[in-house]
């Protein structure tokens, strides 16, 4: 079996375990960071970096562009439906 990125199997592993939802969110925004937690790949998002915010009610996920791309990839991959 092919070693995945580490990022891409955080990612699997967190869908795996319902830590990150396959549904879209409600809203989604994208904008520099401010040195927060990525939630897919638990590495920082440095201020230089882009993220993503998405709100699922009173819960926000942030993600860096690339986690957020590898997430969507793999949601639409298991039949998830984007908005």
Same mark, same amino acid.
Request: charged letters at 30%; hydrophobic letters at 35%; a negative charge.
């Given at each position: @079996?092919?070693?995945?990125?580490? $990022?891409?199997?955080?990612?699997?592993?967190?869908?795996? =375990?319902? %830590?990150?939802?396959?549904?879209?969110? +409600? +809203? *989604? !925004?994208?904008? !520099?960071?401010? =040195?927060?937690?990525?939630?897919?790949?638990?590495? +920082?998002?440095?201020? %230089?970096?882009?993220? !993503? $915010? *998405?709100? !699922?009610?009173?819960?926000?996920?942030? *993600?860096?562009?690339?986690? @957020?791309?590898?997430?969507?990839?793999?949601?639409?991959?298991?039949?998830?439906?984007?908005?």
């Amino acid at each position: @079996m092919p070693l995945l990125p580490l $990022e891409l199997q955080r990612i699997l592993d967190k869908l795996d =375990e319902g %830590a990150l939802s396959v549904e879209a969110p +409600t +809203t *989604m !925004y994208a904008n !520099y960071a401010r =040195e927060r937690r990525c939630d897919a790949c638990d590495e +920082t998002i440095h201020s %230089a970096e882009v993220h !993503y $915010e *998405m709100h !699922y009610g009173q819960d926000l996920i942030h *993600m860096h562009l690339g986690c @957020m791309g590898l997430w969507e990839s793999e949601c639409r991959g298991r039949g998830a439906r984007s908005k």
